[in-house]
Each structure stands twice: as C-alpha cells, then as structure tokens.
C-alpha cells in the first residue's frame, strides 16, 4: 500500500470549513491539553479521502458524538464494557455497514502490516494502523493520537468504533478490502 495522504485531504476539508479555528477541550483533559477537533469533526472530515474513503451513518455520527471522550481512551477500564458488543464480525459489517456504529468492538489481535503517524495540527496527530488477523481479514485505522509503543510487525488488540467499508489498492495492482475503524484504544496484545 502506497503512503496515504489523509492528513493533507483532511487539513484542507478542514481549513475550507474552518473547523479548526476554535480549539476545543475534552472533558477528560481539561487540565492537560486541548484537542484542535472533536472526535466526530476528526472522522466526518477524514470520510472523504483517496486511500479509505467511507460513509459516516447515523448511527457513528451519534455514537462519536456523544463518546467523544473515548477518541482516544487512554485507559481500557475507562470504556463502559455496556458500549461494546463482543459479537459484531467482520462479515457482518461488510454485509451491510449501516446496522453499525452505535457499538465498539475488539479485535483481540491482530498484526500491524503499516503503521503511519502525521501531524495534522499544532500537536495533534492521526496515527493510520493497517492491520490483518489471523483469518486474513484487514482492518484499517483511522487513531486520534500517537502510539508511541507500536510499531509494524507488532501484535495489537484494538478497541474502536466501525465506520464502514472500504477498500485500497494493493501492490498487486488489485483491491484490499477493509472495515474502517475509529480508534478507541490499542495497546501491544501479549
């Protein structure tokens, strides 16, 4: 997969919007550091780039807005365990992705094929996570921060928000199918 430039499609989605004019403050880090985009602001922009382009529904829409807080969680205990729903697949959301979105889901582990971080604002970073579990199914993840432990070729376990189907063009001049998902919490799986 070619390096994506979903930092520079969303800085201009953004700067024409003017959505980064007023920083806002999480209610978690009040006192600690201020985020320059709400986590919905963060994904409603990134919806239309070149690499993973997905449909932002209802059901996401509502979910980032009112768990903004959870983009990212720093901490798995943070996250109310009633938010997440053990049993949404893969096969399920490539079915039909607008059932979801009001659930996060795990992904227990799964290897990173590609990891890329870029700065997209004054201290905030997009981190892009492509990853693969063990029945061959790629994920691709759209984090709102660093990561600064995880590296390609390391084991993860992943907590996030699906956002819907996509897909990129491989090295084999073909297409790779993935669920995109909002990053709530990744840590190295052990």
Request: with cysteine; hydrophobic share 35%.
């Amino acid at each position: 997969m070619k390096k994506t430039k979903i930092a520079a499609v969303m800085m201009s989605a953004l700067l024409s919007t003017g959505c980064i004019l007023a920083p806002v403050q999480t209610a978690k880090a009040e006192e600690e550091e201020s985020r320059a985009l709400t986590a919905f602001e963060l994904y409603d922009a990134l919806h239309e780039n070149e690499a993973v382009p997905y449909e932002l529904n209802d059901k996401a829409t509502d979910f980032l807005t009112e768990y903004d807080e959870l983009f990212p969680c720093e901490n798995l205990e943070d996250i109310d365990t009633e938010l997440i729903d053990d049993s949404i697949t893969k096969r399920q959301i490539q079915k039909n992705d607008s059932k979801f979105g009001d659930k996060l889901f795990v992904l227990p582990s799964v290897y990173v094929l590609q990891i890329l971080e870029e700065e997209i604002y004054e201290g905030d970073y997009i981190t892009e996570v492509n990853v693969i579990d063990e029945e061959g199914d790629q994920y691709y993840i759209l984090y709102y921060g660093e990561l600064t432990d995880v590296y390609e070729d390391d084991t993860v376990s992943v907590v996030g928000l699906p956002l819907g189907n996509s897909s990129f063009e491989n090295t084999n001049g073909g297409q790779t199918l993935v669920i995109v998902i909002a990053g709530s919490y990744i840590e190295l799986a052990e």
